[in-house]
Every structure is written in C-alpha cells, then in structure tokens.
C-alpha cells in the first residue's frame, strides 16, 4: 500500500514562492499518473496539476487555468517524489494542497474521483 505524505507549505506573501513534495512510501510510483488537488476552506477540491508516468505521452503535465505560467510539477522518480513548485503566488492560492496517485494507471487527469491514496495535505497561505 503506498502512503503518500506532503510537505513544504507554510506562509508566504503574495508574490512569493513556495515548493510542495510529495513522498510516496511503501512501493514504487513511477508508473503511475500523479495530480495535486487544493481545498480552500467552504470550498470544493479541485485541481492544480497533473503528470503523467514517463510511458504514457512523454510524462505530459496538465494544469488547471487558474495556475497555468505560475506552477510547476515535476516527478522524481529515483526518489519516488513529486513537486509542485508555486510561483507569483496570490492570496487566491491559499489552500491545503492535497498529492494523490491515478487510478488510471500511467495516465492521470483532472478528476479527482480517479485518484487514491490521498495524502493529509500540507498548507498554503499566501497573505497580502
């Protein structure tokens, strides 16, 4: 069973620059599509990025529009580790930021219904 963990949030000022992990315990994930979701409080979760496994489609990233030129995931595989590197960050970007593995195997999409093992998030306040 893989045990995801997240770290690296904490309290930034608007503009500034924050780098989430996300650490997958217990087996591999190289193989397997990941995505990072945010929950503001009274809000829905939703997405922020995806990456695909190397295999499917090169490794393609997909991001939501609201963050797309500001963030970045990226996977390492040989430390079974992804990020999320949050640039110009805006208030609006305060969330707990939540990593998850695809169900869908090497393919990872905006859905959250298609992920498990959520970790217990890590989070971001951006003041301004």
């Known amino acids: 069973q893989v045990q995801l963990v997240e770290s690296g949030g904490g309290l930034v000022q608007a503009g500034g620059s924050l780098r989430l992990s996300c650490a997958a315990s217990?087996?591999?994930?190289?193989?397997?599509?990941m995505g990072w979701f945010r929950q503001a409080p009274g809000k829905e979760r939703e997405f922020v990025a995806s990456?695909?496994?190397?295999?499917?489609?090169?490794?393609?990233?997909d991001y939501a529009d609201s963050v797309k030129g500001r963030f970045t995931i990226s996977r390492d595989n040989a430390k079974n580790t992804v990020y999320l590197q949050m640039n110009s960050l805006k208030p609006e970007d305060t969330a707990v930021y939540y990593c998850?593995?695809?169900?869908?195997?090497?393919?990872?999409?905006?859905?959250?219904?298609?992920?498990?093992?959520w970790g217990q998030g890590t989070q971001v306040t951006v003041s301004s």
């Open positions: 998850a593995i695809s169900t869908l195997g090497a393919a990872a999409i905006r859905t959250p219904t298609t992920y498990r093992n």
């Open positions: 217990g087996r591999t994930f190289s193989g397997y599509g």
């Open positions: 990456i695909n496994s190397i295999s499917w489609r090169g490794g393609s990233t």
